[in-house]
């Protein structure tokens, strides 16, 4: 081997070893964030799981239960979108250990409160640090995806939703026997939570300068092709153009609109579904079938865990047979099964719950993707919108079936949210995500 060619084998041999490594620091970042992303939502969900709890300890009716809910959901509505769309512009590594701390706080308020005050003041420190957590967390996985963006997506809230499944659990075995000085066993999920997010936004923040300063260039080279031909960039082109590929238009304002619409409404069918289960059907377990508040988280870890599942496969799959056939799916396929439950003995429920969780949990992380394929460049924003969305969803459902147990009953209540999910029909007017996914 002349040592022409070897110095060309070394330098191939070096890059793909560059290569090797930057995608194992990839897959770490992407499975750091997820770890976070389970210890956050464990902690988040705890809280309505442990909603007989509170009520026995502070005699809370079913309304001020709502209202405990609407401030954890809401606070993080209203900030994630926001959070989002100014990391778009400056995004923040800082954000990513920072969230836990609020959530650390709010653990640790939670185990000593003795009132309703308290209580709401607890819940809002961890909704703040659940809406700095999301937008930052979901860029870090939409970096490290690579190609793979819907299982990306799905690796992350799969964390989320194994968090979920873990909450019951840990009421059943940490709040039940401990009552809430439990609350401080939870605070070690922060605690853990921050050293994770630490590492990760060590990995994040040079890529993130690296962005900033490719965006940097791209500006001073559009710059240039003004003062050279006095064209502007971007404006030429109404269409995305793919050699060999077909042609499709980049959807208009009224597109986008109609879309973002269509979203939402699966969105609050999900969503105040979920906020149904985990708020109220414990209670609605145990009045109809005169079981431990124990056997009940159980069911609901049922749902959760499924759900865990149902994430997992949403993304992958969506890569392989459409966005739109996956959305539609997950939130109409659950109709059949919510509707049976509330009519279910104690085993059949249980086992309703696998395919409910399932299937309704399968659709969310590729609503997000979809959403952000719509919008390219938006990656944060839409995050922090739909995250902060689905949780200002399940709050202001929370409150009005709070309000609609303690006027009515537990019963109407769980029978009512089992009509929700035929909500899902309206899927069917989404437009093909080809039309708008990049190649």
Known sequence: MNPQTQVQTQVQTQVQAAAKRTRTYSMYALVGVSTAHLLNDAMQT??????????QQMNLSFSQIGWVAFALNVTASILQPLIGYYTDKK??????????????LGMIVLAYSTGMTALLLAVIAIGIGSSVLHPESSRVAHLAAGRGRGLAQSVFQVGGNTGQALAPLLVALILVPGGQRGFLWLALFAVAGMAIQVGVSCWYRPRVRAEHQNRADSAKSGQKEIAETGNVPGKVKSEVTHPGAVTYAEPSRRTVAFVIGVLLVLLFSKFVYLAGMNGYYSFYYMERYQLPLEQAQVCLFILQFAGMLGTLLGGPLADKIGRKTVIWFSIFGTAPFALLLPYASPTVAMLLCVPIGLILMSGFSVIIVYAQELLPGKVGTVAGLFFGLSFGMAGIGSVALGWMADLTSVTLVTKFCAFLPLLGAVAYFLPKDRKFQPE
């Open 46 to 55: 705890v809280i309505p799981a442990g909603f007989p709890l509170f009520q």
């Open 91 to 104: 995004p923040m590594p800082i954000l990513l250990p920072a969230g836990m701390a609020f959530s650390l």
